[in-house]
């Protein structure tokens, strides 16, 4: 059974750092894309960024820049560096995975969601 596990989260100032992370298992998740969803109140689930099997990424405008997205083949897990956050970047973040090992922003590209993990940002 595919299972995703996410942790890091929390309360972070603005301009201050976090890292994220999402353990993987019952799949070979070397082997397909992954990527992190968010979510804020109110708002749909939207694409942050996303890492192919050998490791090319893609942003989102909003987080390009800021946010670095990375993956451990060997403890299988992914990453998600968040530098100098921004009041607007609280949501739940959730990771994800793929059964392709290309990437793709849309949520329906990927087939195993995490329960998600709160990040909140203070001003």
């Known amino acids: 059974q595919v299972q995703l596990v996410e942790s890091g989260g929390g309360l972070v100032q603005a301009g201050g750092s976090l890292r994220l992370s999402c353990a993987a298992s019952g799949r070979t998740f070397s082997s397909v894309a992954m990527g992190w969803f968010r979510q804020a109140p109110g708002k749909e689930r939207e694409f942050v960024a996303g890492i192919s099997w050998d490791a090319n990424t893609y942003y989102a405008d909003s987080v390009k820049g800021r946010f670095t997205i990375s993956r451990d083949h060997a403890k299988n897990t992914m990453y998600l560096h968040m530098n100098s956050p921004k009041p607007e970047d609280t949501a739940v973040y959730y990771c994800?995975?793929?059964?392709?090992?290309?990437?793709?922003?849309?949520?329906?590209?990927?087939?195993?969601w995490g329960q998600g993990t709160q990040v909140t940002v203070s001003s």
């Open positions: 994800a995975a793929s059964r392709w090992a290309t990437m793709r922003m849309q949520s329906s590209w990927y087939d195993a």
